[in-house]
């Protein structure tokens, strides 16, 4: 009983520090081509990573859709749902409070301080008269628009709607997902529970020796 106590406490230990010392459950910063250019954002409980807004500007969304492929610019990338939108955008760390949705302009509580958050992590794609917005197609005729002084917004079939399928500029990227190679984080607790089983059976195996 003494050594089972022991392993226990011991893998507490071990699992508090691995979980103190690696990335927290939620969304964090990493690196797409290059070290330390910050362009993913890795949800760790999702195991999706997001590629910045702003690497995939001056491309439609037909034409977006044929560079998925093998040997394509985005290969291995897809455009996110609109559910992974929305869990992203619920996110503490960014943080919207989302009212009116499904109309033609959903609006989002919080803009300014909340689309500065956004910013952080998916870039800002343009500005005007020195104000930042990003703009991120996901779907056929749908998008993210979020400015740091007006209100957040999902335009959907209407006015702007019209133009994302073939139309390409300089200030609209595309919200793309790849599931992360590092998978989601594993629970603290659970560390606990394989690192006490392991430990045991190696207290187990050296008393049999």
């Not at 560079?67 to 291995?76: D, I, N, Y």
């Not at 002084?149 to 399928?165: C, E, K, N, Y």
Request: glycine share 12%.
């Amino acid at each position: 009983m003494k050594s089972f106590t022991t392993a226990f406490v011991l893998a507490a230990s071990i699992a508090m520090t691995f979980s103190s010392s690696t990335a927290q459950a939620g969304i964090n910063v990493g690196d797409y081509e290059a070290a330390g250019d910050g362009l993913l954002t890795i949800d760790t409980e999702t195991g999706l990573e997001w590629l910045d807004w702003t690497e995939s500007t001056n491309i439609s969304f037909i034409d977006m859709e044929g560079e998925f492929g093998a040997g394509g610019r985005f290969e291995g990338w897809r455009h996110a749902s609109e559910a992974e939108v929305l869990g992203l955008l619920s996110k503490p760390e960014i943080n919207f409070t989302i009212t009116n949705w499904g109309t033609d302009s959903s609006v989002m509580d919080d803009a300014g301080m909340s689309a500065r958050s956004l910013f952080g992590f998916v870039g800002s794609t343009g500005s005007v008269q020195g104000s930042q917005f990003t703009y991120g197609i996901y779907t056929e005729q749908h998008a993210v628009y979020s400015h740091d002084l007006s209100s957040f917004m999902i335009p959907q079939v209407g006015s702007l709607a019209d133009r994302t399928d073939t139309f390409l500029s300089a200030i609209r990227g595309h919200a793309l997902v790849r599931n992360s190679s590092g998978g989601a984080v594993p629970e603290p607790t659970s560390l606990v529970c394989w690192l006490g089983l392991g430990l045991v059976g190696l207290t187990r195996r050296r008393r049999n020796q």
